[in-house]
């Protein structure tokens, strides 16, 4: 397992310049919009997508193919584009929330605090790994390129339900989730635990059933 993730992290690496470039441009949009939460939000969606791009990669230079000819079950191939998935992201999230903190004791009208940034920075946290969990058996299943248009759907249409609920909920709903916050974000996590482990139990057999 180590093997495959150190494999992924070399491939990867010579996108770190454009990404610090990237952070540095969310940083400037958030300090001039004066929210840091921007930053982190952003930052933790952009890095996030490194995965799809490190599993293109793979695709083009024939890496299942010779992946299966190494002493490496189809299970640990699986299971490390899963691991993968959350090492980028929390990494993401990290940095993002550093960043946004330092923001935030940059502009003196921001009123988000540290437990603020980092509460919030869940969210974009948990949607990277909702979606993958939808896209990688889609990708084992069907491959990167016919998948990718399909990813675009998986992120837009949460989005668009989320706020389509938020206008037509009445207020009673949005004072019991404020109300029991804690809850709701322990039962929210354990949902987004569960279903991504379920979705690398799906990812397994299908890709335990493929040929290449």
């Not at 921007?38 to 990669?57: A, D, I, K, R």
Request: hydrophobic share 55%; proline share 3%; aromatic share 16%.
């Amino acid at each position: 397992m180590t093997g495959l993730l150190l494999k992924e992290f070399y491939t990867l690496r010579k996108y770190l310049g454009q990404y610090a470039i990237i952070f540095i441009f969310f940083a400037c949009i958030s300090y001039y919009m004066e929210s840091p939460l921007y930053l982190m939000s952003m930052f933790t969606m952009c890095l996030g997508m490194l995965t799809l791009t490190g599993m293109t990669y793979d695709n083009l230079a024939g890496w299942d193919k010779y992946a299966l000819t190494m002493p490496v079950s189809r299970k640990t191939i699986v299971l490390s584009k899963y691991l993968i998935n959350i090492i980028f992201d929390g990494v993401a999230m990290v940095v993002g929330v550093a960043g946004s903190i330092l923001l935030s004791k940059l502009l003196p009208q921001s009123d988000e605090g540290i437990l603020e940034i980092c509460l919030v920075a869940a969210v974009p946290f948990m949607f990277v790994i909702f979606v993958y969990a939808i896209v990688l058996p889609l990708i084992f299943k069907f491959g990167v390129e016919r998948t990718r248009s399909l990813m675009i759907i998986v992120m837009i249409v949460p989005i668009f339900g989320i706020l389509g609920l938020a206008k037509i909920a009445p207020a009673s709903v949005f004072e019991f989730i404020t109300n029991h916050a804690v809850v709701m974000g322990v039962g929210a996590a354990v949902f987004f635990i569960l279903f991504y482990i379920a979705s690398a139990y799906v990812s397994i057999e299908i890709y335990s059933k493929k040929e290449f």
